[in-house]
């Protein structure tokens, strides 16, 4: 009975382990959406390129992959086609206006030996980690000559504890994350005039 109860114990502590993850919100929300100011006459085509890479504690970037980055690229691309700049926004490389060559990187800042102590304790002991996210963009005309480049950065906390279960509903989806970057980047160009 004794060895019932404790690998109960075992399971549910595993089973009811969390993590909460929310945003930082360090970049301005951006105010219109889509942005109106130099609305081209005639509004260009566009190819978008998206390549993510994942870091860890500020080392080398790996290539991104998986259902994450899948989600990011679309989110990137939707964020184009609903800026209403563009004529066509393409992911396929075809003959367009504007190339826009997008790379996220995304940069995870943890303590191993918390992050050991979290796991060992079965998430009894918290821990945190820190993802920042970050959005570099070349814009090249149909020629490929560079017209400017726009970096912006979002940070989202992670926080690893058993009683957490119950913030898994109001999980951070980085998917949003990278429609604000991308928002964000698309203001900045039209507000350099690199549309």
């Known amino acids: 009975m004794k060895g019932l109860i404790k690998h109960s114990l075992v399971?549910?502590?595993?089973?009811?382990?969390?993590?909460?993850?929310?945003?930082?919100?360090?970049?301005p929300v951006v105010q219109p959406w889509p942005p109106t100011?130099?609305?081209p006459a005639q509004k260009p085509t566009a190819y978008v390129r998206t390549t993510a890479q994942n870091h860890v504690n500020g080392g080398p970037g790996n290539a991104a992959v998986g259902a994450p980055v899948v989600l990011w690229e679309k989110a990137v691309a939707d964020s184009y086609r609903a800026s209403n700049r563009f004529s066509r926004v393409s992911t396929d490389k075809v003959d367009s206006d504007l190339y826009v060559d997008a790379t996220?990187?995304?940069?995870?800042?943890?303590?191993?030996?918390?992050?050991?102590?979290?796991?060992?304790?079965?998430?009894?002991?918290?821990?945190?980690?820190k993802n920042t996210f970050t959005l570099e963009t070349v814009f090249k005309d149909k020629d490929g000559k560079e017209l400017g480049r726009v970096k912006k950065s979002e940070s989202v906390r992670t926080w690893m504890h058993l009683v957490l279960i119950v913030g898994l509903p109001f999980q951070a989806d980085t998917r949003d994350v990278v429609e604000a970057l991308t928002r964000s980047t698309l203001d900045e160009a039209v507000q350099r005039k690199l549309l």
């Open 104 to 129: 996220l990187h995304n940069n995870e800042e943890y303590s191993p030996v918390s992050a050991f102590i979290t796991g060992f304790t079965f998430f009894i002991i918290p821990s945190t980690a």
């Open 11 to 27: 399971l549910m502590a595993v089973l009811l382990t969390g993590c909460v993850s929310y945003s930082q919100h360090e970049l």
């Open 37 to 39: 100011a130099n609305a």
